[in-house]
T-cell receptor
C-alpha cells in the first residue's frame, strides 16, 4: 500500500529564517506530486506540482520554491520566511495514470508558525 | 477561474440526525467532484469522488448528489455520530492532465453532539 509521509510535523520559525519541508511517498512509482497550503482556518490553495523528477511547476508566487530531487520526494523551501507563510502545508499525490480524474491523496501535513 | 461556494460554514446537529453540506461551483466544464474530511491537526481524508456523469452516489452512510443544471454538489451524512465531527471540504476539478488543480470550498465545521 502506498504511504505518504511529511516532515516535520510542526515548526515554529522566526521571520527571515530558512525553511525546508519534506514529503516522501512510498509504494507508488512516478506519482504526480503536489504542494497545497492552507491558511489558518481557511481553504486550500495549490502551490506547486511535479510530474517527474527534476521538474516542478509553480502555481502561485508566495516567495517559496519546490524541488523534486527523487521520484518519491518533494521538497518545499524558502531562504527567508515571512509572517504570511504561516499555515498548514499539505503534500498530495496522484497516480500517473488516473482513471478517476484528479483524485488527490493527501499527507498528514506540516504546521508552520512564523513569529 | 473556477469559484466554489460552500455552505454552511458551521453546522451543529444532534447525534442520529442528518447533516447536509452544499457547494456551488461556477465552471460548467467542471467534471470531477470530491468531498474531503479533515480532523483537527490532520491532513485531508478522501470521502468520495464523483464524475460528472453521475447524479447520485451512496457509500457507507454518505450520499453525494450532483445537480449539473444548477452547478450544485451536496453531501448528506445520514445518522451522523460524534465521530463525524470534523471540517468537510468540497473540491472540484475540470478535466486536465497532470496539474492536480482542485478548487476547494472554504469548508464546513461539523459538530455532532450526543
Amino acid at each position: 500500500a502506498q504511504t505518504i509521509h511529511q516532515w516535520p510535523v510542526a515548526e515554529i520559525k522566526a521571520v527571515g529564517s530558512p525553511l525546508s519541508l519534506g514529503c516522501t511517498i512510498k509504494g507508488k512509482s512516478s506519482p504526480n506530486l503536489y504542494w497545497y497550503w492552507q491558511a489558518t482556518g481557511g481553504t486550500l490553495q495549490q502551490l506547486f506540482y511535479s510530474i517527474t523528477v527534476g521538474q516542478v511547476e509553480s502555481v502561485v508566487q508566495l516567495n517559496l520554491s519546490a524541488s523534486r530531487p527523487k521520484d518519491d520526494q518533494f521538497i518545499l523551501s524558502t531562504e527567508k520566511l515571512l509572517l504570511s507563510h504561516s499555515g498548514f502545508y499539505l503534500c498530495a499525490w496522484r497516480p500517473l495514470r488516473d482513471i478517476s480524474g484528479n483524485t488527490l491523496y493527501f499527507g498528514e501535513g506540516s504546521r508552520l508558525i512564523v513569529v | 477561474g473556477e469559484q466554489v461556494e460552500q455552505r454552511p460554514p458551521h453546522l451543529s446537529v444532534p447525534e442520529g440526525d442528518s447533516a447536509v453540506i452544499i457547494c456551488t461551483y461556477t465552471d460548467s466544464a467542471t467534471a470531477y467532484f470530491y468531498w474531503y474530511k479533515q480532523e483537527p491537526g490532520a491532513g485531508l481524508q478522501l470521502l468520495m469522488s464523483v464524475f460528472s456523469n453521475v447524479d447520485r452516489k451512496e457509500e457507507q452512510g454518505l450520499t453525494v448528489l450532483l445537480n449539473k443544471k444548477d452547478k450544485q454538489l451536496s453531501l448528506n451524512l445520514t445518522a451522523a455520530h460524534p465521530g463525524d465531527s470534523a471540517v468537510y471540504f468540497c473540491a472540484v476539478s475540470a478535466p486536465g492532465a497532470n496539474t492536480g488543480k482542485l478548487t476547494f470550498g472554504h469548508g464546513t465545521i461539523l459538530r455532532v453532539h450526543p
